[in-house]
């Protein structure tokens, strides 16, 4: 079975400061690992992605994310907030053939203050 | 491109009332999911299908059930609604297992 636990359900930081969302995962089979971000009545969309390539993942508006196997964490980071970055943020994992199906961490949702 | 289509956009049911989510996608994706969403829990995943004429259960399956007679469509239907499941539900679909899914704009959906 897979699941994940993101580390605090709200986080708030300064314009400029730098994000740190914390991510866990569990898996039995090598995990794809994934970053969504929601913003305010929408679906979500698709930050960045880890498959195995590379441990360090670049993805859009200046995010990343590391790929830690040893500590099974996956965190994400922006080196400097901006307001637009004030979001819901969700870490999600899948893996082997169980038909590619992602299971979502609760949610960290990001404020940013000016 | 239309992506991943939900509809409707809000619903007000009666508890025992019944009701189908509309989902289409016209990328030609083998792989469709629906989740459910509320405050606090993250998504949950309900029901999924890997192409058409195959469909399982999710993390949350009861009281929801699922048909995929064709590629691009992936109906949700609630039999008997419960107050239990008011919540947000969201559509999404992929082309490739592990891969970047497509989100639907989502269903706000109150039993009362």
């Known amino acids: 079975a897979q699941s994940v636990t993101q580390l605090g359900s709200h986080v708030s930081v300064s314009e400029g400061a730098l994000v740190l969302l914390r991510c866990n995962y569990s898996?039995?089979?090598?995990?794809?690992l994934f970053w969504y971000v929601q913003y305010p009545n929408q679906g979500l969309q698709l930050l960045l992605k880890?498959?195995?390539?590379?441990?360090l993942v670049k993805g859009i508006n200046g995010f990343e994310a590391e790929f830690k196997k040893s500590e099974t964490s996956f965190h994400l980071t922006k080196p400097s907030a901006h307001m637009s970055d004030a979001a819901e943020y969700f870490c999600?994992?899948?893996?082997?053939?169980?038909?590619?199906?992602?299971?979502f961490g609760q949610g960290t949702e990001l404020s940013v203050k000016p | 491109n239309a992506g991943v289509t939900q509809t409707p956009k809000f619903r007000i049911l009666k508890i025992g009332q019944s009701m189908t989510l509309q989902c289409t996608q016209d990328m030609n994706h083998n792989y469709m999911y629906w989740y459910r969403q509320d405050p606090g829990m993250g998504l949950k995943l309900i029901y999924y299908s890997v192409g058409a004429g195959i469909t399982d259960k999710g993390e949350v399956p009861n009281g929801y059930n699922v048909s995929r007679s064709t590629t691009e469509d992936f109906p949700l239907r609630l039999e008997l609604a419960a107050p239990s499941q008011t919540s947000v539900y969201f559509c999404a679909s992929a082309g490739v297992r592990n891969e970047k899914l497509f989100f639907g704009s989502g269903t706000q959906l109150s039993v009362l």
């Open positions: 898996s039995s089979v090598p995990p794809y």
């Open positions: 999600a994992v899948s893996g082997g053939n169980q038909g590619g199906k992602l299971i």
């Open positions: 880890y498959t195995s390539a590379a441990t």
